[in-house]
């Protein structure tokens, strides 16, 4: 995670960071983090480039910003886990991350408390020896 869920403005900052970023190569695959139906695909929102949102059956919605490419329409029903685009740099970006957000009626929840834990990420990329 790159950045994290700040929903007030704090005195230095202009404006407040309503979900959570998280930093991947460009192209990486990005996946709905649950059930529901795609209710917006486009640029429409400021800042946030690229984006798609999914509607939950309960009446909450999840944002995925900052997209390369947008691969689900408007109406579409999804399945947890099923591929919706590809992570990208669009936007008010300083770096291919996806920006997420979870949205109720009364306005954004921080998503890191409500996503499953992971496996740690390690730095284990070989870039050869110095002699190379």
Same mark, same amino acid.
């Given at each position: 995670m790159t950045?994290g ?6 005195? &230095?900052?202009?404006r407040?960071? &309503?979900?959570? *970023?998280?930093a991947a190569?460009?192209?990486? +695959?990005v ?12 640029k429409?929102f &400021?800042?946030?480039?690229?984006m798609?949102?999914?509607?939950s059956? @309960?009446?909450?919605?999840?944002l995925?910003?900052h997209? @390369? &490419? ?5 109406? +579409? ?9 590809a992570l990208?740099?669009?936007?008010r970006s ?29 730095? @284990?990329? *070989?870039?050869?020896?110095? *002699?190379?």
């Amino acid at each position: 995670m790159t950045r994290g869920f700040l929903p007030k403005v704090a005195k &230095k900052r202009k404006r407040p960071h &309503k979900g959570i *970023d998280l930093a991947a190569p460009r192209g990486t +695959a990005v996946m709905a983090s649950h059930d529901g139906t795609i209710i917006y695909t486009g640029k429409g929102f &400021k800042g946030y480039g690229k984006m798609i949102m999914i509607e939950s059956t @309960d009446g909450w919605a999840t944002l995925y910003g900052h997209l @390369d &490419k947008i691969i689900v329409h408007e109406g +579409a029903k999804i399945k947890q886990g099923e591929v919706i685009g590809a992570l990208g740099n669009t936007g008010r970006s300083s770096g291919p991350h996806l920006h997420f957000e979870i949205r109720k009626l009364d306005g954004p929840i921080d998503p890191l408390p409500l996503l499953p834990a992971g496996e740690a990420l390690t730095n @284990d990329v *070989d870039n050869g020896s110095p *002699d190379e």
